[in-house]
């Protein structure tokens, strides 16, 4: 069995970081205090970049990283993800060599290139060739390599008018596409990628994905960090979370991303009351939506779904006084605020409910295998008069849920794109009996 191209055993990085209250503000309170207490002031600066085991509780420290263990075999394509400040851009940085572990190890075998910081190294005075070959050596590529790559390069960036013009007088989007495509085009045996699909318009960040996923393809081991869940599951063959520093789930991409999401219920909750809100909501108020939950097939609460399986959404509505029959709708949008699909029961057979004032009326919207693509959605909901139409309550952004990527197609493969939605769909082919000169003779009028 080959040895692992990365090894990263119980790496652990700290840092000092700067207590307010204990700083003096002035020039005169820095000189007292070294006056006062010259031993403390200079046992402070002699253990900035210092750090013991009884450390752990002093409250000037700080752990990136704790303790983090795993491997990435030959020719694997590892996702890492996380919230802000999880330690993923310290461990790429680590792994980089761009900064030291404060204890465990890393031991990385083969040629490694980093996309930490997309644009690290451009000169503004020079030109955009000037600037390939500044980039492409500072990233370890060498002129014969750089000499060969060039055409693609340029081609690949789609600045090639402006080639010739200093890098100062380039746009912010133009100068992306030229440092991507020069770190895009190295071929290295591992790649460290941090967050470079972010990068661009969305025409430019689709030929990002493609130059990645060829990457991936080729046979070279990957560290991919991104936000984008989509991409990390079209890419990736597994993946990691961490979390406050911590390795949180090591396992099967569509696993790791279910754990990650999930962990978002608290801030979505699978039940949101609505009583109190006000912002975004209009309507008479005669009957008011009190209360929204999301569940799965099986009846629990939740906010992520994989992809085609059953979502109710379950409203609770109350009148303010009397007795109200209403229609309720459901609006689908997704994170572009697009509206994906409206669902009104005035639509279907049950079209209204009754309402009273004495108790909770909870309606229930079953949707049956939603043929949503992987992503965050926002639901809208409405009740209305059915027959005059009246608004009587609405609520903009009443919850939030997601859906994972799934192998809906039971292929091994997970759908991926820019689409909202998938469709059931079946291929076939077959061969036709036709002779198709005969057939294009007789539509052209041709006699034989």
Not at 181 to 193: R, Y
Not at 305 to 333: E, N, Q
Request: hydrophobic letters at 40%; proline letters at 3%.
């Amino acid at each position: 069995m080959s040895r692992p191209a990365i090894t990263v055993d119980s790496l652990s990085k700290a840092y000092r970081i700067g207590l307010k209250e204990e700083i003096p503000d002035t020039l005169v309170g820095v000189a007292t205090s070294w006056a006062k207490a010259p031993l403390r002031n200079f046992h402070r600066l002699r253990r900035l970049n210092t750090y013991s085991a009884g450390d752990d509780d002093q409250p000037d420290l700080f752990w990136a990283l704790r303790d983090v263990s795993f491997d990435v075999a030959e020719g694997e394509v590892l996702g890492v993800i996380g919230r802000n400040g999880a330690g993923k851009s310290t461990l790429l940085k680590i792994l980089s060599r761009i900064t030291e572990p404060t204890s465990g190890r890393a031991v990385i075998r083969g040629r490694v290139s980093s996309l930490l910081e997309v644009g690290t190294g451009f000169h503004p005075e020079l030109s955009g060739r000037e600037n390939i070959y500044m980039n492409g050596t500072i990233l370890g590529m060498r002129k014969r390599e750089i000499d060969r790559k060039l055409d693609e390069i340029i081609d690949f960036s789609g600045v090639e008018q402006f080639l010739d013009t200093p890098i100062k007088r380039y746009s912010s989007g133009m100068k992306v596409r030229l440092a991507f495509s020069v770190a895009a085009h190295l071929e290295p045996e591992i790649l460290i990628i941090d967050e470079v699909l972010a990068v661009g318009d969305a025409d430019f960040q689709k030929k990002c994905l493609g130059k990645m996923q060829d990457v991936a393809q080729g046979g070279r081991t990957v560290l991919f960090v991104s936000h984008n869940m989509a991409a990390v599951s079209h890419l990736c063959t597994r993946c990691m979370t961490l979390e406050s520093g911590k390795l949180f789930t090591l396992g099967t991409t569509e696993e790791v991303i279910a754990s990650y999401l999930m962990q978002f219920e608290a801030e979505h909750a699978s039940t949101r009351q609505l009583r109190d809100k006000t912002s975004g909501r209009t309507g008479s108020g005669e009957v008011r939506c009190d209360k929204v939950e999301l569940l799965s097939a099986n009846g629990e609460r939740t906010t992520a779904f994989p992809m085609g399986s059953d979502i109710k959404v379950r409203v609770w509505l109350r009148a303010r006084t009397g007795r109200h029959l209403c229609s309720v709708a459901v609006g689908i949008f997704n994170r572009h605020a697009a509206r994906v699909a409206v669902l009104h029961s005035k639509d279907t057979a049950q079209r209204v409910f009754q309402v009273g004032s004495s108790n909770f009326t909870a309606v229930d919207c079953s949707i049956k295998s939603p043929n949503l693509m992987p992503g965050t959605y926002r639901l809208n909901l409405g009740v209305q008069n059915p027959d005059s139409r009246q608004l009587l309550d609405f609520v903009e952004g009443a919850m939030a849920f997601n859906v994972l990527p799934a192998d809906i197609y039971a292929t091994g493969i997970i759908p991926y794109g820019d689409a909202a939605i998938y469709l059931p769909v079946d291929w076939s082919t077959y061969d036709s009996q036709h002779d198709m000169n005969s057939e294009y003779a007789a539509s052209s009028g041709i006699a034989g």
